[in-house]
């Protein structure tokens, strides 16, 4: 079966009743978790933004702190999941402050990491992708913003 485009499923969507609505989201979020957590994300947390970006963050310092750190191949698959579920939370709620705050807190964390990033080439390129990454949203945040992070970013690439 191929799927409608966006343009078909926004005018069917509006021509039905807000009943039929509410069934569609919820049958919707049945199948996928990722169909619930944007669902969560939307009806519940994005009014408050800066309460998302805590709850993530406490998310990662949980994980970063399960990690299992006898060798770099866990670390390193430990460490691309956590990259892989940030990146997921940042996709949903579409606010480039907040992508770089949540890359940003992800790269002091993997910074500050025991053992250290810099004896393994796969995490280091990994940290290094991650700051590019934060360099090229910066720009297209408001100007105080761009000043505020471009410290945090300095701060970071200092240590």
Not at 7 to 18: F, G, H, N, T
Not at 28 to 55: C, P, S, V, W
Not at 105 to 132: D, E, G, H, W
Request: charged residues 35%; positive net charge.
């Amino acid at each position: 079966m191929k799927p409608a485009n966006v343009r078909l499923i926004k005018q069917e969507l509006q021509s039905r009743s807000p009943e039929e609505l509410v069934q569609l989201c919820l049958r919707l979020a049945k199948f996928k978790k990722e169909n619930k957590e944007l669902l969560t994300y939307l009806l519940f947390e994005a009014q408050d933004e800066e309460g998302y970006i805590r709850t993530i963050k406490h998310e990662v310092d949980q994980q970063f702190e399960q990690i299992n750190t006898k060798s770099f191949y866990f670390i390193k698959k430990s460490v691309r999941k956590i990259q892989r579920q940030l990146k997921r939370y940042i996709r949903y709620s579409l606010n480039k402050e907040t992508e770089v705050e949540l890359l940003l807190y992800f790269c002091y964390k993997l910074k500050n990491m025991k053992p250290s990033i810099s004896r393994s080439r796969v995490l280091t390129n990994l940290y290094a992708r991650q700051l590019l990454m934060i360099q090229k949203k910066i720009p297209k945040l408001h100007e105080d913003l761009q000043a505020d992070y471009t410290m945090e970013l300095q701060k970071i690439e200092r240590w």
